[in-house]
């Protein structure tokens, strides 16, 4: 096992990540956050946490997207339903979506056709703190990455948060 | 995450942990019908049959709805107008349907048992619309989904089922259910519309007052009075039912406290059910049709999903 990211070093990349959505989205104006269940929600919660230290609370819109229905892979297994919640139009908004790892890009892929089946947002965003580059079945990428790692495929990233798993850290296993 | 079953038979052959996550699937569903596009591409590649043998408004359309939100691919199939006119066997017709590829059978039947014999001699996924007089498990969880939606749970709750209790599935398959997800059940009605040993047999009350079901019950589910399924008069005129049986506004307004009142429809207004006490506020009639979409999409969806699990 290989520490990726420790509990400082995570502080930091999330500090460093938000502050860069804030700088190319000034005081949040006409942009929606939306983070992806289940476990892009600890992520995006600490985004959305730094942010409100940052800009006045109620500018933020924050959702999240569960995106089960969506996946292509239903006849083989089901998957734990998780709640979504996006309790604003995201139509002809900016849209940044938010998750902890992309790997193969099958996630995002799914999150798009669901987010579309919100409205038509102007502009769609992705933010990951750990991009697995090199790994993509689909092409898609991300625009803004807390750590890019290389992996191979046997490999495991695990994201550990202190509210569901008792500490923060990022570790390739 | 799956169901203990292949098929919905009935509640009978249900777990309660089942009934929880069809429940609680419903939820993640009905949050999908509020969506500006209400559907999502879930069952693509499924094809489902709906074969009804027997006449269905709500039950036919809301299955047809869950399919489509679902964007599975639909076939609708009725007895009149068919082969099965021309005197096909029911596995005959089933069977020609099946070799076409079809991966889901929903259907109804006016004879007690026709989805259960299907079941040992097709390869495809049943759910029960209704079976005769055993079970219509969708329903009965539709039932479930608006009182949980309405008083927060089941376990502990006072239900009344008022009505023709012998001739109705729906009345079975929610005695089947509101036991296993540990809710009280008091059945009301004439004395010849109530099966005699459905107290042991069930343990549940039974009450032949109205009044008295009615003042104990935190919910009062009222059944159709099915006279196609009578074959001889079992109380003596609709009038007299509805003197001693019917449920409306002044009756309700006397009780001692606000009660929950539910009907699986078609309602035969003025007969079990006075329009004052349908279209009142403690009316959810509406609302089990609603969730009726969402509740069958969640039965879908679960029987499919790892249906071809490697």
């Given at each position: 096992m290989k520490i990726i990211l420790n509990e400082q070093q995570l502080a930091i990349t999330i500090q460093r990540l938000t502050h860069q959505l804030l700088e190319n989205h000034?005081?949040?104006?006409?942009?929606?956050l939306i983070g992806i269940q289940p476990r892009g929600i600890y992520f995006s919660d600490r985004i959305v946490q730094q942010l409100r230290t940052l800009v006045a609370p109620d500018a933020i819109h924050y959702g999240k997207l569960d995106?089960?229905?969506?996946?292509?892979?239903?006849?083989?297994?089901?998957?734990?339903?998780?709640?979504?919640?996006?309790?604003?139009?995201i139509e002809n908004k900016n849209v940044i979506l938010i998750d902890d790892v992309l790997w193969t890009g099958r996630t995002i892929r799914a999150a798009l056709d669901a987010l579309l089946d919100f409205g038509r947002p102007a502009k769609v965003e992705l933010c990951v703190l750990i991009d697995r580059r090199f790994s993509r079945q689909l092409?898609?990428?991300?625009?803004?990455?807390?750590?890019?790692?290389?992996?191979?495929?046997?490999?495991?990233?695990k994201v550990y948060w202190q509210e569901k798993d008792g500490k923060d850290e990022v570790a390739l296993l | 995450m799956q169901l203990s079953?292949?098929?919905?038979?009935?509640?009978?052959?249900?777990?309660?942990?089942?009934i929880q996550l069809i429940l609680d699937t419903a939820t993640q569903f009905k949050?999908?019908?509020?969506?500006?596009?209400?559907?999502?591409?879930?069952?693509?590649?499924?094809?489902?049959?709906?074969?009804?043998?027997?006449?269905?408004?709500?039950?036919?359309?809301?299955?047809?709805?869950?399919?489509?939100r679902l964007s599975a691919d639909t076939i609708n199939f009725t007895a009149s107008g068919s082969?099965?006119?021309?005197?096909?066997?029911?596995?005959?017709?089933?069977?020609?349907?099946?070799?076409?590829?079809?991966?889901?059978?929903?259907?109804?039947?006016?004879?007690?048992?026709?989805?259960?014999f299907l079941a040992k001699h097709i390869p495809a996924a049943i759910v029960n619309a209704g079976d005769g007089i055993n079970e219509h498990p969708t329903q009965a969880l539709l039932d479930a989904f608006s009182i949980r939606e309405r008083l927060g749970s089941l376990a502990g709750k006072k239900v009344a089922i008022i009505g023709d209790i012998m001739h109705s599935r729906v009345a079975l398959s929610n005695i089947w259910?509101?036991?296993?997800?540990?809710?009280?059940?008091?059945?009301?009605?004439?004395?010849?519309?109530?099966?005699?040993?459905?107290?042991?047999?069930f343990d549940v009350r039974v009450e032949y007052n109205l009044r008295a079901a009615l003042e104990w019950c935190d919910v009062a589910n009222v059944l159709r009075i099915q006279l196609e399924r009578q074959n001889q008069p079992l109380f003596s005129s609709l009038r007299e039912y509805s003197l001693a049986y019917g449920v409306n506004k002044r009756l309700l307004d006397s009780l001692s406290k606000e009660?929950?009142?539910?009907?699986?429809?078609?309602?035969?207004?003025?007969?079990?059910?006075?329009?004052?006490?349908?279209?009142?506020?403690?009316?959810?009639?509406?609302?089990?049709?609603?969730?009726?979409?969402?509740?069958?999409?969640?039965?879908?969806?679960?029987?499919?999903?790892?249906?071809?699990?490697?």
């Open positions: 000034i005081s949040l104006e006409n942009t929606v995106i089960t229905f969506y996946r292509d892979d239903v006849r083989t297994g089901l998957h734990e339903l998780n709640k979504t919640e996006i309790p604003f139009s092409p898609i990428q991300a625009d803004w990455v807390g750590r890019p790692i290389d992996s191979i495929i046997t490999q495991k990233v | 079953t292949k098929h919905l038979l009935g509640i009978r052959d249900l777990q309660p942990d089942d949050e999908v019908l509020q969506r500006p596009i209400k559907k999502v591409p879930t069952l693509r590649d499924v094809t489902i049959v709906n074969l009804f043998y027997e006449n269905s408004t709500r039950t036919r359309i809301s299955f047809e709805l869950a399919e489509k082969s099965a006119a021309k005197g096909e066997t029911l596995l005959d017709t089933v069977n020609n349907i099946l070799s076409m590829k079809v991966d889901m059978v929903v259907m109804r039947h006016s004879a007690s048992g026709a989805p259960h259910l509101l036991k296993k997800m540990g809710a009280e059940v008091t059945l009301a009605g004439p004395p010849t519309l109530i099966p005699v040993h459905i107290r042991e047999a009660i929950v009142i539910m009907h699986p429809g078609p309602i035969n207004r003025g007969v079990e059910l006075d329009s004052d006490a349908a279209d009142s506020k403690q009316s959810i009639i509406l609302h089990q049709v609603e969730n009726g979409v969402a509740v069958r999409m969640a039965v879908l969806y679960l029987l499919a999903g790892g249906s071809t699990k490697p």
